[in-house]
């Protein structure tokens, strides 16, 4: 049976509607096919008291750098600066955020940073003082920062000791393991992520740092926690060095419950000392991350952790 020219055309309209409210109503065509995630970086990892070290060439000397989710800026050290022979930037300055207050430093240029088969070429670092690191097998002569570390997904595993860099793209529900603890953070611009951290019941905002030895509460989010000067006065002290070589006095305090929602350590230590970083409560160190595997997804603002 033929149907009338004007029902042909409405049920096409209608059938062509149908089609295109299911599309509408679909999810993203296929995104998890757009999802594409590749290593272009591995790495050994070691410690060296709480320091993760990885090793970086620079201008073809092979060296090591301290791995810091905590720096803005990738650093070297004026004396392995002179030693190359590098050119300075007096165009550009670096503000280096310590414990004790920024500092701010001159830059140098370097031609060519390799950091496994990532090349990055024309880099600026930053000059800053670093304490002494005996018996390395390599020289340590720098941070390694989020200017660098934030162009990539990050997977730091020291007890396997291997760091790896990868890139992600199209990836909002990407989780790299199954079982991992995942925790949401805030980037600032300069790749800085800060977590809420749990002390005590209470939650903290915290700067996810590698390279902090140990966590370190300021004295005033201790006291918001009914840590006292007098229970403080209890506590053994700590000297630790921050950025220009400056000594910073600490007391080691234990803490019932510290870590991240899913992953609570009991009975914790952490420093607790003056801080001049304004914004920042507390650093969660690599005395907590270090034991553990932990991916930071810098392109879809997540840590993971088993």
Do not use: K
Not at 134 to 150: E, I, K, M, R
Not at 190 to 199: I, K, N, Q, W, Y
Not at 210 to 232: K, W
Not at 249 to 262: I, M, S, T, V, Y
């Amino acid at each position: 049976m033929r149907m009338p020219r004007a029902a042909a055309a409405l049920l096409l309209a209608v059938t062509l509607a149908i089609t295109l409210a299911a599309c509408a109503a679909a999810p993203p065509a296929r995104r998890a096919d757009r999802c594409t995630m590749e290593r272009v970086a591995a790495l050994p990892l070691h410690d060296a008291r709480n320091f993760m070290l990885a090793p970086v060439r620079v201008n073809g000397r092979a060296a090591l750098f301290v791995v810091d989710t905590g720096a803005e800026a990738s650093t070297l050290t004026p004396q392995a600066a002179a030693a190359l022979h590098l050119p300075s930037d007096p165009g550009r300055s670096s503000v280096l955020l310590g414990i004790s207050g920024p500092v701010r430093t001159h830059s140098v240029r370097v031609h060519r940073m390799e950091i496994g088969d990532v090349i990055r070429t024309d880099q600026i670092l930053g000059l800053g003082e670093m304490p002494a690191f005996p018996g390395q097998h390599l020289p340590v002569v720098g941070l390694l920062g989020t200017d660098v570390l934030a162009q990539y997904e990050v997977e730091l595993d020291l007890p396997d000791g291997r760091m790896s860099l990868y890139a992600l793209h199209d990836c909002p529900g990407f989780t790299p393991w199954p079982d991992a603890v995942t925790v949401p953070f805030a980037r600032t611009r300069t790749g800085l992520a800060f977590v809420d951290a749990v002390v005590n019941g209470s939650t903290v905002r915290a700067l996810l740092d590698t390279g902090a030895r140990t966590t370190l509460l300021a004295r005033e989010t201790a006291a918001s926690l009914g840590v006292s000067a007098a229970a403080l006065a209890d506590d053994p002290p700590r000297v630790g060095i921050g950025i220009g070589m400056g000594n910073v006095d600490f007391r080691q305090h234990r803490f019932a419950e510290l870590g991240l929602p899913g992953a609570i350590e009991r009975n914790m230590p952490a420093n607790v000392a003056e801080m001049r970083l304004p914004g920042v409560a507390m650093l969660l160190g690599a005395d907590y991350l270090g034991p553990r595997r932990i991916w930071i997804s810098y392109a879809t603002g997540r840590l993971f952790l088993r």
